[in-house]
């Protein structure tokens, strides 16, 4: 009898524990499932797909986005480090893609390099990535500074 009384209180115990993780624990887990899993993966990895240049933010003094390389267009990156891009009279171009990292007073910085080649015309484009950012699954900015400016490139899928 006393061996019973002792599962009983074990099993009230642990239903009262239950009745405060249980809700918290499934809460967890649903909002784990929820989300997007491109958080876990590497930038090499995210980077992969079709993006598209959405918008420039200037900011400092004397800025002016003709300087940059890309103002607007559509890269497609690929897992082996090519890329193609399409400017926007759809003149195409293809080339490779890297991401550096480094860390800088405890702070992770992505450098991206883009290296893009008009065969036919003989045209390259380079363009360096200061620091790039992924501000969401489907969204990314790269920032090139210059001088007493820098400009946001932002891209979406």
Known sequence: MHFL???GNFIQELYGMKSFFLPLLLSAFILFCGCS???LKSYDERIVGTWQITDIDKVGIGSNPSS???REGT???YENGTLEYFDSTNKRYTGSW???KKTVNNNTIRNL???AID???QTVLTEIYDDMQFTGTNRFRGITETGLHKYITHFRR
Request: hydrophobic share 50%.
């Open 5 to 7: 009384r002792l599962v």
């Open 37 to 39: 899993k491109d958080i």
């Open 68 to 70: 940059l390389t890309f």
């Open 75 to 77: 890269f497609t990156f």
């Open 98 to 100: 890297e991401i550096n």
């Open 113 to 115: 390099y883009i290296t």
């Open 119 to 121: 065969f036919t015309n």
